[in-house]
């Protein structure tokens, strides 16, 4: 999550960062069937809709810059610098959210940590640096498929990977006549937006195709809310439209970041430096985010909820965004710290 000396690239990663913090502010709430419906539901909806790009996001950008640098091709050279960077903070923020859980429990126990140390970590967003550490592993090899396809192969390529945890889907989840499940999802669906970053990056998508895109992006957005309204009640809320491999994520995901491509972001260089700053501390915000979370939603409780659910949400992701951001600036400013993010 670095941030590449590119506007635009620096613009999206931050961007994305806050985009997961708001997804993560509205999932506490949007989550209760007593609210359904109300205008409350409709807005931690929208949010969540805009929220789901973050993570799709963060994949694009690193297909784009890995896939199209040269830094893959040394497969020892390319899994020792990433691993060894990652491993380091990952594990003691594992430890540091685990350790949280015991408090929270009252309860101590090693076997645990080890336990879901070899799952999807300590605390619920970190399945992502799972997620990316498994695209890094497929990284020099899918170097080796860009380098030698072209642009029809690859979107045929693209196209296989999202045909059963996308495609196939979509279509048993809207109609329930027939299952169509003939084989299992041949690559890891998240590739999908390795691949779609690539492109996405290193292509020039004539106009007629960009805006066919942003449509697409429109649609995928009103699309993935309604139909996560649709398919709700008050007895159970349904994210069909918003999961990872959601065919949603991919319209809007895609049309953000060639919207931000092609009409760039022009900044004076001192808030291009800024921006520069802000996008390399994108891993140490998202490390940082759901212990602030945390801490705001405690507090909430004991506070007995005494604004508007409505003004909470927005409260929470506006603080949870600035305060992420000052910590996460501060570990860089620490020597001690700065390993940290």
Not at 248 to 271: D, I, N, S
Request: glycine share 10%; charged share 15%; with cysteine.
């Amino acid at each position: 999550m670095r941030g590449g000396g590119i506007v635009y690239i620096d613009v999206l990663r931050y961007l994305a960062i806050c985009l997961v913090i708001a997804l993560h502010c509205v999932v506490g709430y949007i989550n209760h069937t007593e609210i359904y419906g109300t205008r409350t539901w409709w807005l931690c909806s929208v949010i969540n809709s805009f929220g789901r790009m973050g993570v799709p996001v963060f994949f694009m950008l690193s297909g784009f810059l890995l896939l199209s640098g040269s830094g893959a091709l040394d497969v020892r050279s390319f899994y020792k610098k990433r691993f060894l960077k990652l491993a380091g903070p990952f594990l003691v923020w594992d430890a540091m959210y685990y350790l949280e859980g015991c408090v929270i429990k009252g309860s101590w126990s090693v076997l645990p940590f080890f336990q879901q140390l070899v799952q999807q970590g300590s605390k619920y967003h970190l399945w992502f640096i799972y997620q990316i550490m498994g695209l890094y592993l497929l990284t020099p090899f899918l170097k080796k498929i860009v380098d030698h396809s072209s642009t029809k192969e690859l979107l045929v390529f693209l196209a296989v990977v999202l045909l059963q945890p996308t495609v196939f889907r979509l279509i048993n989840v809207v109609q329930p006549v027939f299952r169509i499940a003939p084989f299992l999802a041949l690559v890891e669906g998240y590739v999908g937006f390795y691949l779609l970053g690539y492109l996405l990056g290193t292509r020039d998508i004539p106009p007629r195709l960009r805006r066919a895109i942003y449509l697409l992006g429109i649609v995928g957005m009103v699309g993935g809310t309604w139909g996560n309204y649709w398919y709700s009640s008050t007895e159970k809320i349904s994210f069909y439209f918003s999961e990872g491999y959601s065919i949603m994520q991919y319209m809007t995901a895609g049309a953000l970041f060639l919207f931000l491509k092609e009409h760039g972001v022009r900044l004076p260089p001192r808030a291009a430096g800024w921006a520069r700053r802000l996008a390399g501390l994108t891993f140490g915000i998202y490390f940082i985010h759901v212990l602030v979370l945390d801490i705001l939603v405690a507090a909430e409780g004991r506070l007995g909820g005494g604004l508007p659910l409505v003004w909470w949400v927005v409260f929470n992701i506006a603080a949870v965004c600035v305060v992420s951001t000052c910590a996460a600036f501060s570990f860089s400013k620490l020597p001690v710290l700065r390993r940290l993010i």
